[in-house]
């Protein structure tokens, strides 16, 4: 069974501070790994990473996988208070008709 | 550009009701469609999915159910509602058969809360 868990479970921080938030799977036939944003409704998409594309960046947004580690970082600098939300993170298998699997996610908060 | 929508975005019913959640997708054809719910403090779990009209994979087994009347249209239904059955539910979508790898996006979801 595919597992996704994702640490810290919450964390809180002044603006302007730089954050790391990370996430660990065990998948079978590893096809991507996906962070989202959720603030109060719809999860909306970050970043997909896979074996070809294992760096993403976006302003201050930025993303690594490590597929030896079976890991991924999401990595946000000089935070801002509208980066406070849920982050979750995601896998697909290769198989399975884009099924993902996510994990808790993390819980950021921004403090003015 | 596609769109997704749910409705409605909140709703409360007392247990044993019977449910209908609606979700449909715009300027897209034969997407693959998902229900998910989310629980306080939990992940977001696969409920059904759908590769196509009347084609429903259960993931978890439970009280509800999933159909797909409509090419673009997903429905989440229950007979009998369980105060377990409180949570967040939302509908995604992704292109179909794709090349390359383009991720599920997500409704707006409607918060059920049972009584």
């Known amino acids: 069974e595919d597992k996704v868990v994702q640490s810290p479970l919450s964390l809180v921080v002044h603006e302007g501070d730089t954050v790391t938030l990370n996430c660990s799977y065990e998948?079978?036939?590893?096809?991507?790994l996906l962070w989202y944003k959720q603030e109060k409704k719809a999860p909306t998409f970050l970043f997909m990473l896979?074996?070809?594309?294992i760096e993403k960046k976006s302003g201050r947004l930025s993303s690594i996988l490590d597929k030896k580690e079976l890991s991924s970082i999401l990595n946000i600098t000089a935070t801002q208070t509208g980066d406070s939300a849920i982050y979750l993170c995601?896998?697909?298998?290769?198989?399975?008709?884009?099924?993902?699997?996510f994990g808790t996610g993390t819980r950021l908060t921004i403090i003015p | 550009s596609q769109t997704i929508h749910q409705w409605p975005a909140t709703l409360v019913q007392p247990v044993g009701s019977p449910l209908s959640l609606e979700c449909t997708v715009e300027?897209?054809?034969?997407?693959?469609l998902y229900w998910y719910r989310q629980a306080a403090g939990r992940g977001l779990q696969l409920l059904f999915y759908?590769?196509?009209?009347?084609?429903i994979s259960s993931e978890v087994p439970q009280n509800l159910s999933a159909s797909r009347p409509q090419d673009r249209q997903f429905i989440l239904s229950s007979k009998k509602l369980l105060l377990s059955d409180s949570g967040f539910y939302l509908c995604?979508?992704?292109?179909?058969?794709?090349?390359?790898?383009?991720?599920?996006?997500f409704g707006d979801g409607t918060r059920l809360s049972i009584l």
């Open positions: 998948v079978t036939n590893f096809r991507s």
């Open positions: 759908s590769v196509g009209i009347g084609q």
């Open positions: 995604a979508w992704s292109p179909q058969g794709k090349y390359g790898n383009q991720p599920q996006h």
């Open positions: 896979t074996s070809s594309g």
């Open positions: 995601a896998v697909e298998p290769r198989f399975g008709n884009e099924k993902l699997t």
């Open positions: 300027g897209t054809s034969n997407p693959n």
